[in-house]
């Protein structure tokens, strides 16, 4: 059972470097999100999709982008890799009466660090 | 601004203790409550549903307080794989993760 899968689960980056995480899930889920979560800051919202060609911003979007454009995949670009982007990276999916069912299938997680 | 608030700890306590989080939640709109659980380094993952009326899942209770707007999370007779940081979770109106709220955390740590 796969589930949420990350790509990479490290990485290391130099300031001004581009990259893109990436996302898959194989429950056919609606909705797909990602979270950072940082020491003391807990896991705060980036971008999400509630569908396929779908997406809007979430707590903390600045520096990230995204794109939806199959049910299965849901990739997070950095644009201009920053110090403060250093983090771990979670990716989530989650079937659409998320209010019901409250659980959200997280991927194992991308530790990105900026030098 | 949404928030969802609980003590950090750590809450250090022997096995077989029992031990309560609370999580205070500030919009008198939240729908749902949730408890998360993640073991240190690793994915967070759901624990169980709040409900009004409180529910109980083996040596987890769960309860929730409009009136006071908290809910808590009770662990009995505490085992060393309790240790882990619970996550307080709240939904506000819909179901989108755009309406999710997780709190930072209570970590606890369980003691031979």
């Known amino acids: 059972n796969a589930g949420v899968t990350q790509t990479p689960k490290f990485q290391v980056l130099k300031t001004g470097q581009s990259m893109t995480l990436q996302c898959a899930q194989d429950?056919?889920?609606?909705?797909m999100s990602w979270y950072r979560q940082d020491p003391g800051m807990g896991l705060r919202l980036i971008h999400y999709s509630v569908g396929a060609g779908i997406t809007d911003q979430g707590e903390v979007p600045n520096g990230y982008n995204v794109s939806r454009s199959t049910t299965e995949d849901f990739p997070l670009r950095l644009l201009s890799a920053a110090p403060s982007q250093t983090s771990v990276y979670f990716c989530a999916s989650s079937y659409a009466d998320l209010a019901s069912t409250g659980e959200l299938f997280f991927g194992e997680g991308s530790r990105l660090t900026v030098l | 601004r949404k928030e969802v608030e609980q003590d950090p700890g750590p809450f250090n306590v022997p096995e077989g203790a029992t031990v309560a989080f609370n999580c205070t939640y500030s919009n008198s709109a939240s729908q749902s409550f949730f408890w998360y659980r993640q073991d240190c380094r690793k994915e967070p993952k759901l624990l169980m549903s709040?409900?009004?009326s409180g529910n109980e899942d083996g040596r987890f209770t769960a309860q929730l307080n409009r009136a006071s707007q908290y809910i808590s999370l009770l662990i009995r007779d505490s085992k060393l794989s309790d240790s882990a940081t619970y996550l307080c979770v709240v939904t506000l109106y819909g179901g989108s993760q755009g309406n999710l709220i997780f709190g930072k955390g209570t970590k606890l740590s369980v003691k031979p």
């Open positions: 709040v409900y009004s």
């Open positions: 429950m056919n889920h609606e909705y």
